[in-house]
């Protein structure tokens, strides 16, 4: 059975600091992971990663895979309030079946 | 925004009663999804479809169908809702021509509260 292990659970940390979620995952077929950015709506797309070591950058934000040992990490510097959010991981099942979502990381900036 | 609507956005309903949530979308994308979000638990599928009339099962399908008649529009039915099934529902699309390896998009959810 696919798995998606996300850590911390929650975070709460200071304005303008920088944090790093993780994401570990066990999945036949790997094809690639993606994070999503959740405030008090829909998940919206962030990142999909395909490849180790290469990182994707988006302003403050950032990610990169490690394929070798199944894990993935997003870092966001320079932290700001709105960046409060929870921040989810997925893999794909396989062929058209949909994601499978690790739990997700609740971040609270503070001010 | 990938043109995805949900409709209603809010229902309570009574356990027993049949409810039927709406996912409408306006690019003519294949591949359509609907999950259940709960506290604890993440984001879980719950069915999918890879085309007309062409559905199938994801992870927590008990006690829902699904229809697809037309490309832009994607049902949930609840036959019976329970209480086990107040939850927050979210239909996604996946822009792709490969399913579920390319990135889904979610449309703004419909909170579902059975009393």
């Known amino acids: 059975e696919d798995k998606v292990v996300q850590s911390p659970l929650s975070l709460v940390v200071h304005e303008g600091d920088t944090v790093t979620l993780n994401c570990s995952y066990e999945?036949?077929?790997?094809?690639?992971l993606l994070w999503y950015k959740q405030e008090k709506k829909a998940p919206t797309f962030l990142f999909m990663l395909?490849?180790?070591?290469i990182e994707k950058k988006s302003g403050r934000l950032s990610s990169i895979l490690d394929k070798k040992e199944l894990f993935s990490i997003l870092n966001i510097t320079a932290t700001q309030t709105g960046d409060s959010a929870i921040y989810l991981c997925a893999v794909p099942n396989g062929g058209a079946d949909g994601l499978t979502f690790g739990k997700g990381t609740h971040l609270i900036i503070q001010p | 925004d990938a043109g995805i609507t949900q409709s209603p956005r809010h229902k309570v309903t009574e356990t027993g009663t049949p409810v039927t949530l709406r996912c409408h979308q306006t690019?003519?994308?294949?591949?359509m999804y609907w999950y259940r979000q709960d506290p604890g638990h993440g984001l879980r599928l719950i069915h999918y479809?890879?085309?007309?009339?062409?559905?199938d099962k994801g992870e927590v399908s008990d006690g829902y169908s699904v229809s697809r008649s037309k490309t832009e529009d994607f049902l949930l039915t609840l036959e019976s809702a329970t209480s086990s099934q107040t939850s927050v529902y979210f239909c996604?699309?996946?822009?792709?021509?490969?399913?579920?390896?390319?990135?889904?998009?979610f449309g703004p959810g419909t909170r579902l509260l059975v009393l």
């Open positions: 479809s890879y085309g007309v009339k062409d559905t």
């Open positions: 690019e003519n994308h294949r591949y």
């Open positions: 395909t490849s180790s070591g």
């Open positions: 996604a699309i996946s822009k792709g021509t490969s399913g579920g390896q390319e990135t889904q998009y």
């Open positions: 999945v036949t077929n790997f094809r690639s």
